[in-house]
Structure formats: C-alpha cells, structure tokens
C-alpha cells in the first residue's frame, strides 16, 4: 500500500527548513543599523602658541607645532585621556577625557590655557590693549580677566577713554599656564 501524496506536507517542511536557515543567518550577521567595530579618528589642532607632545592614556602619540594639525587614527571604542605638553619643558597644557564611539571622528583643539588679570587702580575709566588689539574697557576700581591667552611676548597698554592717552604699558612673557597680573595704578 502506497502513502498518499499531500501536497502541504512538503511546503510545510520547505518552508520550516528555510525559516531555520533565515533565522540562523540573522543571528550571524549585523544589520545595518546595527553598532559596527569601525575604528575612530582624532583630530587635534594646535592653537596655543607653543609645539606639544600628545599623549593618548599616558603613551606619547606625536608632537604638533603651533598652528598645525595631526590625527590619532584606528582609535576603538572607549574612554581615552588625552594630554598635551609643552615639548620645551613638559608641562601640562591641555588634558580632556574623550568618550570615543565606533566609527566616529573628533576633533580637539589645543588653545591657550594662561589668564591675564587685570586691576584698573587709576582713577578713570581706561582702554586695555594687547599688542595694538583693543581689549575692551575696563572701569575704575574693577578688575578683569583676559582668557585663554597663548603662549608667547604680549604689550599691554592702557589710555585714557576719555583723551585716548596712554597712561600704563607692561610687557608679559606667557610661558606656563598660570594666571598672570597687572595692576594699573597713577
């Protein structure tokens, strides 16, 4: 006796071999939404008046002159300390922990870290320029604070608001990342 031919039976097994074969390839492969392993890139720009050494978690990666640019590339996902030093004497200019995340590119800009305070003690308003570039105004009896100034020789100067005479110079040498002073006085 001979088994009757039923025709669903074999699409039902067809179809049951092939949802297999789908769902194994599924769990194999990313789909295109899906996070990828793709490596990083940073890119870190200098603008702080002096050559730096880059370090990357404490390893030294390459020395940048001022005004210049490099890339750490193939970076992996992760948390990186980032550092920059003055490749004269090694002192610490610039430091930022990243969040880095796959195939994503940053960029980091190294930029002048000193501070120069300013005190007007001299009994009227005063202009404040930094080598010929006009700073702004600054009142009797109130200090303010120039920021993020690089590395490198400035003049200072101060007049009068109301005559425009000069009344106050001082030259400062920005060498370390500190806050410089000046206090202008009769």
């Known amino acids: 006796m001979s088994?009757?031919?039923?025709p669903g039976r074999k699409i039902a097994a067809v179809a049951g071999a092939l949802s297999g074969i789908l769902l194994l390839s599924l769990m194999g492969c990313k789909s295109a939404s899906s996070p990828t392993s793709a490596?990083?890139?940073?890119?870190?720009a200098n603008q702080c008046g002096a050559t730096v050494d880059i370090f990357m978690d404490g390893t030294s990666k390459f020395t940048?002159?001022?005004?210049a640019s490099n890339s750490v590339e193939n970076v992996s996902q992760g948390s990186y300390l980032f550092e920059a030093k003055?490749?004269?004497n090694g002192n610490l200019?610039?430091?930022?922990t990243l969040d880095v995340q796959?195939?994503?590119?940053?960029?980091?800009?190294?930029?002048?870290?000193?501070t120069v305070l300013i005190t007007n003690r001299y009994g009227e308003i005063l202009k404040i320029y930094a080598n010929d570039?006009?700073?702004?105004d600054i009142g009797d009896q109130v200090s303010q604070t120039v920021s993020r100034v690089r590395f490198g020789s400035y003049k200072y100067s101060a007049s009068r608001k109301s005559d425009g005479t000069v009344v106050a110079t001082t030259s400062i040498?920005?060498?370390?990342?500190k806050e410089y002073g000046w206090v202008i006085t009769k």
């Open 3 to 6: 088994r009757p031919k039923i």
């Open 93 to 96: 200019v610039y430091s930022t």
């Open 173 to 177: 040498d920005v060498t370390e990342v």
């Open 64 to 67: 940048i002159a001022d005004g």
């Open 39 to 44: 490596a990083s890139s940073v890119l870190i």
């Open 102 to 114: 796959a195939g994503a590119s940053y960029s980091l800009s190294v930029s002048g870290a000193a």
């Open 133 to 136: 570039v006009y700073l702004g």
């Open 86 to 88: 003055k490749s004269d």
